[in-house]
C-alpha cells in the first residue's frame, strides 16, 4: 500500500472495521478508534469456561410430554435462568436448521466480499450493513453488521433491490421464512415465561399479533490484539426476548455479578436465548435483563445471528396485575417499545449502557396505565 493510502486510511474519522483488519501491518498497535477502555479490557490470560455457571441448556421438546413431571422440570429451569441472569438455551426448537445455516452462508458470502460492495447495502442507521459505525462515539465495536428490519418497519425490499437479479426471490423469501419460524420460537417461549410466571396464557402472546423484529447477521474478523478491542461491548439488549444461534469459535460472555464474565459455551444447533430490558420490565423485575459483551479471537472469525422480538410497537408496556404486590411493588412507569427504542437509539449515539431501563423507566418515574 503506498503511503498516501496509508495516510489516508489512517486519518479517517470512522474506518471500516474490514479495512483495518486486514491491514495488520499499518496499525500493530490497535486502531485508536476501537481501543476499549483499560478497565473494560478482557484479560485472556485469566479466561476459562466455568462448567458450573454456564446458562442451563433446555430441551424444548420435554415441553410437548405427557409426563407432568418433565414439563415442571423445563418450567424450573427456565424460571432459575431468568431470575439469574436472564439467559438460557434451547436445543430441539423447532427452528429448522436448514434456514439458519443458508443465512450463515449468506453471511460468510457477503461479508468474503470487497468493502466498495458492502457498502452498497448501507441503508442507513440500523438498516443494511455496517462497519464504520458511524452512530458509535470511541470505542466503536470491532464487528461487521448486516442489519434487516422485519417490523412495524421492514427493508427487506430494500436490501432485496441490491442482490443479483437471479437471488432477488430466494433472498427475500429466506429472510421472511426465517422470522416466520423464529416468530414461532419466540411465541412458544413467551407462552412459557408465562407459565413460570404463574400467569394465565396468552397474558404476553396476546400483545405479539402485531410485533417489533429485528434480524441481524454479525460478523467479528479476527483481532491480533484481542484484549484491547470488544466485538460488543458490555450492554443489556433493549428487546423483549434475543434469539441467537452462535458458531463454534464462541465469545459471548455474560456478566455473572459484578466484574465477573462467564463465557457461554456454543452448543451445536441450539440458541442462546437471553431476556431484554422490556421482559424485565414486564416480570416486574423479577426475571433479570443481563449485560453480556463479545471478546474475539486473534486467528479466526466468529459469526452470529440474532433475532430481536418484542410486542406491539405502541402498546404500552404494563406489568400484570398478578406480579405486583407488597413484597413486590411496581418498579417501572409503562412504557412503549417505540418510545424506549427511541431512547437507547439516542444511548448508543454516546456508547453508553449503564442502568438504561432505570434511567428510562425506574420506580422514582412510576405512573399507572
Known amino acids: 500500500m503506498a503511503a498516501s493510502d496509508q495516510l489516508q486510511l489512517g486519518e479517517e474519522e470512522f474506518p471500516n472495521v474490514a479495512h483495518i483488519a486486514a491491514r495488520v501491518e499499518i496499525y500493530p498497535t490497535l486502531h485508536p478508534r476501537f481501543v476499549v477502555p483499560e478497565d473494560e479490557r478482557f484479560d485472556r490470560s485469566s479466561y476459562q469456561i466455568i462448567s458450573e455457571l ?4 433446555i430441551d ?3 415441553m410437548s410430554s405427557s409426563t407432568a413431571k418433565d414439563r415442571a422440570y423445563i418450567e424450573k429451569i ?9 439467559f438460557f438455551q434451547v436445543i430441539n426448537h423447532g427452528v429448522p436448521m436448514e434456514l439458519i445455516k443458508k443465512l450463515e452462508t449468506f453471511g460468510y458470502k457477503f461479508f468474503s466480499s470487497s468493502v466498495e460492495e458492502k457498502e452498497r447495502f448501507d ?6 450493513y455496517e462497519g464504520r459505525h458511524k452512530h458509535f462515539s470511541n470505542p466503536a465495536p470491532w464487528a ?3 442489519n434487516v428490519q422485519i417490523s412495524p418497519f421492514s427493508n427487506i425490499d430494500g436490501l432485496a433491490t441490491l442482490v443479483p437479479p437471479t437471488d432477488t426471490q430466494s433472498f427475500r ?3 421472511l421464512d426465517c422470522d416466520s419460524a423464529m416468530r414461532d420460537l419466540g411465541n412458544r417461549l413467551l407462552k412459557l415465561l408465562e407459565k413460570t410466571l404463574s400467569l394465565k396464557e396468552g397474558t404476553y402472546v396476546q400483545h405479539f399479533q402485531k410485533y417489533t423484529a429485528a434480524l441481524q447477521i454479525h460478523h467479528y474478523p479476527p483481532c491480533w490484539h484481542p484484549s484491547f478491542a470488544l466485538g460488543a461491548g458490555p450492554h443489556a439488549d433493549p428487546s423483549c426476548l434475543t434469539i441467537l444461534y452462535q458458531d463454534s ?3 459471548l460472555q455474560v456478566e455473572k455479578g459484578e466484574g465477573k464474565w462467564v463465557q457461554i459455551n456454543p452448543v451445536p444447533d441450539a440458541f442462546v436465548i437471553n431476556l431484554g430490558d422490556i421482559f424485565q420490565a414486564w416480570s416486574n423485575g423479577l426475571y433479570k435483563s443481563s449485560k453480556h459483551r463479545v471478546v474475539l479471537d486473534p486467528h479466526k472469525s466468529r459469526y452470529s445471528i440474532g433475532y430481536f422480538y418484542s410486542p406491539q410497537f405502541e402498546i404500552p408496556i404494563c406489568v400484570p396485575n398478578e406480579l405486583v404486590h407488597a413484597d413486590n411493588p411496581p418498579k417501572y412507569r409503562p412504557f412503549t417499545c417505540a418510545e424506549y427504542y427511541a431512547f437507547r437509539g439516542r444511548r448508543r449515539q454516546i456508547n453508553r449502557w449503564e442502568n438504561d431501563l432505570e434511567n428510562f423507566a425506574g420506580k422514582d418515574k412510576i405512573s399507572h396505565c
Request: glycine fraction near 20%; charge should be negative; charged fraction near 15%.
Open 173 to 175: 423469501s429466506l429472510l
Open 60 to 62: 424444548l421438546s420435554l
Open 78 to 86: 427456565v424460571a432459575d435462568g431468568c431470575r439469574d441472569d436472564g
Open 144 to 146: 461487521e453488521t448486516f
Open 123 to 128: 441503508l442507513g442507521f440500523y438498516s443494511g
Open 54 to 57: 454456564q446458562p442451563p441448556v
Open 249 to 251: 469459535v464462541g465469545g
